[in-house]
């Protein structure tokens, strides 16, 4: 069974930094490409950051600059460095893993930049 587990979701400050992680189990992780996505209420779900098999990466050009992401094929994780926090990036933040025939889903962690 796939299962993608976020965590490290929470209240964040205008200008700081949180830091998202995903665990899976049940896929062959090097085989994934591995992304962020995020919706906020009322909208769609919009990608924020993606990692390829080999180690490329992408960004929405919301948070190119201050996002990063990164995964860890030994551990099965991928990571979400957020910084420089701006209160329009609150939203469920879901982890996503991309296999050649199909695509998975964490439950989402919720992320609310306030001051």
């Known amino acids: 069974q796939v299962q993608l587990v976020e965590s490290g979701g929470g209240l964040g400050q205008p200008g700081g930094s949180l830091r998202l992680s995903c665990a899976a189990s049940?896929?062959?992780?090097?085989?994934?490409?591995m992304g962020w996505y995020r919706q906020a209420p009322g909208k769609q779900r919009d990608l924020v950051a993606v990692i390829a098999r080999n180690g490329n990466t992408n960004y929405a050009d919301s948070v190119k600059g201050r996002f990063t992401i990164s995964r860890d094929n030994a551990k099965n994780t991928v990571t979400l460095q957020m910084n420089s926090l701006k209160p329009e990036d609150t939203a469920v933040y879901y982890c996503?893993?991309?296999?050649?025939?199909?695509?998975?889903w964490g439950q989402g962690t919720q992320v609310t930049v306030s001051s």
């Open positions: 049940g896929i062959i992780f090097r085989f994934a490409n």
């Open positions: 996503n893993a991309d296999m050649p025939l199909s695509q998975y």
